[in-house]
């Protein structure tokens, strides 16, 4: 005879051995139990690092009188022109860990093995892909393991920083200051006043290639099956 709704009891998540859910590289690179509830996950791993350094705050969504601008933008126009560019799954999905790993005034402070244990790819993987990125003025170097995306296609504006004591500080960068330290810098033209219009006049030449192509072998089909024909 089971046991009522009320006695049953429900079963405690396990981890694999060695499952460290502190340790970002090991929480990261192990296979956990299925998914059937992200609130539930997401209530285990409140503090699951996403950049591999530092323990992030709760999302805050909303901002307030004493925290303006507290929130994280993305262009819309940059994300549809980026799914049409790209052909491969890495590019995109190195994008989305920069936009998730920004913080206030947009610098990413990942390495690429850090970029790497996360999406969990070899480290000899990363490093065309973000060269690609970088290369369409989508993502600048600051300095050895500090990145910063380009404020127009995606840009954090303010944070709560994690200090001494385990006090937060509330740091913001307006996207204005962001874009003129950039602009007063030395960098390439499509970084300093970046475009997307090199991004669609390649995709409209993919898409006559790729219209060629399928021209191409739709006319040898067809050629093929007239001489079968008259055979």
Same mark, same amino acid.
């Given at each position: 005879?089971?046991?009522?709704?009320?006695?049953?009891?429900?079963?405690? +998540?396990?981890?694999? +051995?060695?499952?460290?859910?502190? /340790? +970002?590289?090991?929480?990261?690179?192990?296979?956990?139990?299925?998914? !059937?509830?992200?609130?539930?996950?997401?209530?285990?791993?409140?503090?699951?690092?996403?950049?591999?350094? *530092?323990?992030?705050?709760?999302?805050? @969504?909303?901002?307030?009188?004493?925290?303006?601008?507290? @929130?994280?933008?993305?262009?819309?126009?940059?994300?549809? #022109?980026?799914?049409?560019?790209?052909?491969?799954?890495?590019?995109?999905?190195?994008?989305?860990?920069?936009?998730? %790993?920004?913080?206030?005034? %947009?610098?990413?402070?990942?390495?690429?093995?850090?970029?790497?244990?996360?999406?969990?790819?070899?480290?000899? !993987?990363? /490093?065309?892909?973000?060269?690609? $990125?970088?290369?369409?003025?989508?993502?600048? !170097?600051? *300095?050895?393991? #500090?990145?910063?995306? /380009?404020?127009?296609?995606?840009? =954090?504006?303010?944070?709560? =920083?994690?200090? $001494?004591?385990?006090?937060?500080?509330?740091?913001? #960068?307006?996207?204005?200051?962001?874009?003129?330290?950039?602009?007063? %810098?030395?960098? +390439?033209?499509? #970084?300093?006043?970046?475009?997307?219009?090199?991004?669609?006049?390649?995709?409209?030449?993919?898409?006559?290639?790729?219209?060629?192509? *399928?021209?191409?072998?739709?006319?040898? @089909?067809?050629?093929?099956?007239? !001489?079968?024909?008259?055979?």
């Amino acid at each position: 005879m089971s046991d009522s709704p009320s006695r049953r009891r429900v079963p405690k +998540p396990t981890h694999p +051995p060695g499952f460290d859910p502190d /340790n +970002p590289l090991t929480a990261f690179g192990s296979h956990l139990r299925g998914i !059937k509830d992200l609130d539930d996950l997401a209530r285990q791993y409140p503090d699951r690092d996403i950049n591999v350094g *530092r323990k992030r705050q709760r999302l805050e @969504f909303y901002s307030s009188p004493e925290r303006p601008n507290a @929130f994280a933008m993305a262009s819309l126009e940059f994300l549809l #022109v980026i799914a049409q560019y790209y052909r491969e799954a890495l590019p995109l999905r190195l994008i989305l860990l920069l936009i998730a %790993g920004q913080r206030a005034g %947009g610098q990413i402070p990942l390495t690429q093995d850090d970029m790497a244990a996360i999406l969990d790819v070899p480290r000899q !993987k990363v /490093n065309p892909a973000l060269q690609d $990125v970088m290369e369409h003025g989508i993502v600048l !170097k600051r *300095r050895p393991g #500090v990145y910063q995306f /380009n404020p127009p296609y995606s840009y =954090v504006a303010a944070e709560l =920083v994690r200090g $001494v004591e385990d006090r937060t500080e509330y740091v913001q #960068v307006d996207q204005q200051d962001a874009l003129q330290e950039l602009r007063a %810098g030395s960098l +390439p033209e499509l #970084v300093r006043y970046p475009s997307l219009q090199h991004m669609r006049e390649a995709i409209e030449e993919l898409r006559k290639e790729r219209a060629a192509t *399928r021209r191409e072998r739709r006319e040898r @089909f067809d050629s093929q099956l007239r !001489k079968e024909l008259e055979q």
